[in-house]
């Protein structure tokens, strides 16, 4: 079955960076949209990047703009996430995202990022 493996969470200082992946694979169908959201405990679950199939076109969330880029590399089925100089407020889990034709969409588990000290 479709399934989103996701990599490269954990705990960073504030102003740190680190980078996540996430790799589709199974019966995920044709992808076309990519992306990440993150949720805190409470919280709505909100949008953080997307990337479209030739990465002609990019989304970021206001609160990430020139901090966070996405990327992505067909071939692997896989799309990261580059964050810089993190900052506390940063904090959630992070959750890859996958918008196929005939398949809808698809989430990952999630993984833990932490920025403190």
């Known amino acids: 079955q479709a399934q989103l493996v996701e990599s490269g969470g954990g705990l960073v200082q504030p102003g740190g960076s680190l980078r996540l992946s996430c790799a589709a694979s199974?019966?995920?169908?044709?992808?076309?949209?990519m992306g990440w959201y993150r949720q805190t405990p409470g919280n709505q679950r909100e949008l953080v990047a997307t990337?479209?199939?030739?990465?002609?076109?990019?989304n970021y969330a206001d609160s990430v703009k020139g901090r966070f880029t996405i990327s992505r590399d067909n071939a692997k089925n896989t799309v990261y996430l580059q964050m810089n100089s993190l900052k506390p407020e940063d904090t959630a889990v992070y959750y890859c995202?996958?918008?196929?034709?005939?398949?809808?969409?698809?989430w990952g588990q999630g993984t833990q990022v932490t920025v403190s000290t």
């Open positions: 199974g019966s995920i169908g044709f992808i076309t949209t």
């Open positions: 995202n996958c918008q196929s034709l005939g398949r809808g969409t698809t």
């Open positions: 990337i479209t199939r030739g990465g002609e076109r990019t």
